[in-house]
């Protein structure tokens, strides 16, 4: 399995900006799609975005449409995801994730099976 390591989360104000960064720590993860979910306290994780192998086609949770990106950038081995226009409610802590690239792009957090330990976002009112 592809070891994962997310990074760029960190403390801001309603409307600002960020840029998660997940990269593999070992294993490259270009044969794979990544996704983006999250988790609050209290609450069950949540999907938030997912790319293709090939980064042709996305998909976001209704949730974030229009305010996130994700891409990924297969040169350098990592897939990005920019936060625009953050709210309180998107505080939580964001996870990436691997789905073997055979499968359709996936939402469900089930379905995909690397995991990497999460980066803090906290969005202040």
């Known amino acids: 399995q592809v070891q994962l390591v997310e990074s760029g989360g960190g403390l801001v104000q309603a409307g600002d900006s960020l840029r998660l960064s997940c990269a593999p720590s070992?294993?490259?993860?270009?044969?794979?799609?990544v996704g983006w979910f999250r988790q609050a306290p209290g609450k069950e994780r949540e999907f938030v975005a997912a790319?293709?192998?090939?980064?042709?086609?996305?998909n976001y949770a209704d949730s974030v449409k229009g305010r996130f990106t994700i891409s990924r950038d297969n040169t350098n081995d990592t897939v990005y995801l920019q936060l625009n226009s953050l709210k309180p409610e998107d505080t939580a802590v964001y996870f990436c994730?691997?789905?073997?690239?055979?499968?359709?792009?996936?939402?469900?957090?089930?379905?995909?099976?690397?995991w990497g330990q999460g980066t803090q976002v906290t969005v202040s009112s």
């Open positions: 994730a691997t789905q073997p690239q055979n499968y359709v792009l996936s939402s469900r957090p089930v379905d995909f099976k690397s």
């Open positions: 070992e294993r490259t993860f270009t044969g794979y799609h």
């Open positions: 790319i293709t192998r090939s980064g042709r086609t996305t």
